[in-house]
């Protein structure tokens, strides 16, 4: 069983808005916190959003004020709302779950990934 997969992406001028989802199983979305990143064309891959234990919200400078990461407990779902975008938020978008008390954005500490969702933005 695949523990993380993520849909939601597509093509979207400018100014718009994508809201991309990441579905965990049960044991995943319970036992580990999640995140979001984005590796845009070359590129390294970086933090985009993520909770920590106590749920709190963080985001990448980046992003802020534009974008937002819910969960949805009951459906072992996690989401990220994306607003006003940019041609510079162009990336293929992935989410990550890696254990509580771990390091956010250290790629190491993440034990599992999606295949990712591709996000386009058009000028």
């Known amino acids: 069983q695949v523990p993380l997969l993520e849909s939601g992406g597509g093509l979207v001028q400018a100014g718009g808005s994508l809201r991309l989802s990441c579905a965990a199983s049960?044991?995943?979305?319970?036992?580990?916190?999640m995140d979001w990143f984005r590796q845009a064309p070359g590129k390294e891959r970086e933090f985009v959003a993520g909770?920590?234990?106590?749920?709190?919200?963080y985001y990448a400078d980046s992003v802020k004020a534009r974008f937002t990461i819910s969960r949805d407990n009951a459906k072992n779902t996690m989401y990220l709302q994306m607003n006003s975008l940019k041609p510079e938020d162009t990336a293929v978008y992935y989410c990550?779950?890696?254990?509580?008390?771990?390091?956010?954005?250290?790629?190491?500490?993440?034990?599992?990934w999606g295949q990712g969702t591709q996000v386009t933005v058009s000028s």
């Open positions: 049960g044991r995943t979305f319970s036992n580990y916190a």
């Open positions: 909770f920590s234990w106590s749920s709190a919200t």
């Open positions: 990550a779950a890696r254990k509580p008390g771990t390091t956010p954005r250290d790629e190491n500490n993440y034990d599992y």
